[in-house]
């Protein structure tokens, strides 16, 4: 795809919060079913956390920033994860812009490769949640409807439900009872026991207070996770629960 000036500024009003609501749907619709979209968005963003913090953005910009981007918890660990980037690849001695434009360069690079296989890993799930999507139907035994019984505020260790799945199930439905604005735009993030992130899908409110969201049941282990639920208003919800594998 021909990626021009206008889709690099209409990324940045994307990730600051600037896109009005259709526009903003429209774009993430087509952020998760274009995988060269998804590629240009991802170098996007992370040009844009890179002018953030080698203080290249203008002064409405970092502000959005700080207000928008920074609300969720991944978004932060991947300002501090490019951070520190740049920070082991800095001289200690006196190179001026040769060694800033270095420790970029080892910045970007290092990102790269994560956003790479995070690309390879969304393909894969979407491909898994197409296949259980078409046999929901015929497999209604599958499909696994979980909903956590209260929002818990990130505590992994005592978790509030317990998720049971067998071999036969491909697609866990969870309900999520989180009152948002209308407007607001919810995507969830799944965290593993070992504190990897293996998949992240939208989240459509289908009715008042309740938002649903669809991860293939290969992404759950046995263990204790954490769905993270994050919006376009800079909100961010956790739920806990414990997943138990049975025959």
Not at 73 to 101: N, T
Request: charged share 25%.
């Amino acid at each position: 795809m021909s990626w021009t000036e206008q889709d690099e500024r209409t990324a940045r009003d994307f990730f600051l919060g600037r896109l009005p609501e259709g526009d903003r749907e429209a774009l993430e619709e087509r952020y998760f079913s274009d995988p060269a979209f998804f590629e240009s968005m991802e170098a996007a963003e992370a040009a844009l956390v890179h002018d953030y913090l080698t203080d290249s953005l203008g002064a409405e910009d970092r502000l959005a920033f700080d207000r928008f981007f920074q609300t969720s918890e991944p978004r932060r660990r991947e300002v501090d994860f490019m951070r520190a980037a740049i920070h082991s690849a800095r001289p200690s001695g006196k190179m001026g812009g040769k060694a800033a434009w270095w420790a970029a360069l080892a910045a970007c690079l290092a990102l790269a490769v994560a956003l790479s296989i995070s690309w390879r890993e969304n393909r894969r799930l979407r491909a898994d949640l197409d296949r259980a999507s078409k046999s929901a139907p015929m497999m209604v035994a599958g499909v696994v409807d979980f909903t956590p019984p209260a929002e818990n505020q990130r505590t992994p260790g005592a978790p509030t439900g317990v998720l049971r799945l067998g071999t036969g199930d491909v697609l866990v439905r969870f309900h999520l009872p989180v009152a948002v604005a209308a407007s607001a735009s919810c995507r969830a993030v799944l965290e593993s026991p070992e504190g990897t992130r293996p998949a992240t899908v939208p989240a459509k409110e289908v009715g008042s207070g309740v938002l649903i969201a669809e991860f293939p049941a290969s992404t759950l282990v046995a263990g204790d996770h954490l769905v993270m639920l994050e919006c376009g208003t800079g909100s961010e919800h956790a739920f806990s629960f414990r997943v138990n594998k049975v025959q």
